[in-house]
């Protein structure tokens, strides 16, 4: 998930913003969002985990059926919200899917048959003892892949987060992603930051493309645009995959 920052290079002798750039980028940007939103946008909810129960002290279980975690239903035995001094990939709370044993979540949420779909999350694993890899199991539609992390050299305040996507085609109107402990005790994978869009058809992404190669030839000298991602403090140094189990 990237953010686009444009940011105004000057005013006009008179002191004012060049309202022409400002109507261009908000045409670029409305017409690329809509081609988003016409090819069905996901809407996975609390995909940060957010919200949810009250934490007593660091950490807060919950078990199997429970869908006090906003969105989430709560599957296997149980899982557990963490918060501070627990390292979050974004915001204050992440999940470990092993709760007092192996447990996991879902969500269901809308789609479009036919429509390619990008699943992205963040992965670290609870390094306070078990196994020295966790891995979790992801399975959507007919999408199942086992993913495991290193846990070493970390605590549970300088947790390393991966960085993991996935695409499908969505064959109904509706698709459920779950996320699977498999491991058996109380230190599990932890997941955060869980998103699901659509993936632009290629004349869409044609038409996006044609529409910024034109306002850059008419605006490049008035304006700089500049992407960022948001996703400071994260290790990103890791290839998305590298941490796909066989
Ligand atoms: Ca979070």
């Known amino acids: 998930m990237y953010r686009i920052k444009v940011?105004?290079?000057?005013?006009?002798?008179?002191?004012?913003?060049?309202?022409?750039?400002?109507?261009?980028t908000t045409v670029l940007l409305a017409s690329f969002l809509t081609v988003m939103v016409n090819r069905g946008q996901a809407a996975i909810i609390n995909g940060s985990f957010e919200q949810g129960p009250t934490i007593s002290g660091d950490a807060q279980f919950v078990g199997?059926?429970?869908?006090?975690i906003t969105g989430w239903t709560v599957t296997g035995h149980s899982?557990?919200?963490?918060?501070p001094p627990w390292l979050a990939s974004d915001g204050q709370r992440a999940i470990d899917l092993s709760g007092y044993y192996a447990g996991g979540i879902q969500q269901s949420f809308s789609t479009v048959a036919g429509v390619t779909y990008w699943v992205t999350f963040d992965l670290s694993g609870n390094p306070a003892g078990g196994a020295q890899f966790k891995t979790v199991r992801v399975t959507i539609d007919s999408f199942q892949q086992d993913y495991s992390v290193d846990t070493a050299n970390q605590t549970i305040s300088t947790l390393i987060w991966h960085p993991i996507g996935f695409s499908f085609v969505a064959s109904g109107t509706s698709a459920t992603l779950s996320f699977t402990s498999l491991e058996g005790d109380c230190y599990g994978p932890l997941l955060d930051d869980v998103a699901v869009?659509?993936?632009p058809e290629p004349s869409s992404s044609l038409?996006?493309?044609a529409t910024l190669v034109v306002f850059t030839a008419m605006h490049c000298c008035r304006r700089l645009v500049t992407w960022w991602p948001t996703r400071t403090g994260r290790n990103y140094s890791s290839p998305p995959f590298a941490a796909?189990?066989?």
């Open 7 to 24: 940011a105004e290079k000057s005013k006009n002798s008179k002191g004012q913003r060049p309202m022409k750039g400002f109507i261009s």
């Open 79 to 83: 899982v557990e919200v963490l918060g």
């Open 244 to 246: 796909k189990a066989g």
């Open 207 to 209: 038409f996006a493309v």
């Open 197 to 199: 869009w659509p993936v």
């Open 64 to 68: 199997a059926g429970s869908t006090v």
